[in-house]
């Protein structure tokens, strides 16, 4: 009877990491194609959000411009060109630069 047992814990500890793997997977897969979805139209937003000169939308689209997956280095560096316009003593701006700087390190680290 140990020795079932024993064989059942080993079985579930191989079993549950995978399960939990393959989850996980699946959700960033999930995110991944959802943000190559949405890229397009966030991208729309934000230029017609800097052409409007709204700091708050440009912040909030900006924001998750940058966190998605399917950004490319070249829209960031468009983005960070667009920025420059605006004064640097407004602090949603301000913090969207700086998020943007922080992306392209990260993606400099990576390269490397």
Do not use: C
């Not at 009877?1 to 024993?6: H, L, V």
């Not at 191989?14 to 999930?30: E, H, T």
């Not at 000169?53 to 490319?72: A, F």
């Amino acid at each position: 009877m140990e020795e079932n047992s024993q064989g059942i814990i080993l079985v579930l500890t191989f079993i549950i990491p995978i399960i939990i793997a393959l989850i996980f997977q699946y959700r960033m897969y999930s995110i991944r194609k959802k943000d190559k979805k949405i890229i397009e139209s966030d991208w729309r937003d934000f230029k017609k959000a800097v052409e409007r000169n709204d700091i708050l939308y440009i912040s909030k689209i900006g924001t998750q411009l940058v966190w998605n997956k399917s950004m490319t280095v070249k829209r960031l560096k468009i983005m960070s060109k667009e920025l420059e316009k605006f004064p640097t003593n407004i602090e949603e701006i301000e913090k969207l630069r700086l998020l943007i700087f922080n992306k392209k390190l990260h993606w400099e680290r990576k390269s490397v």
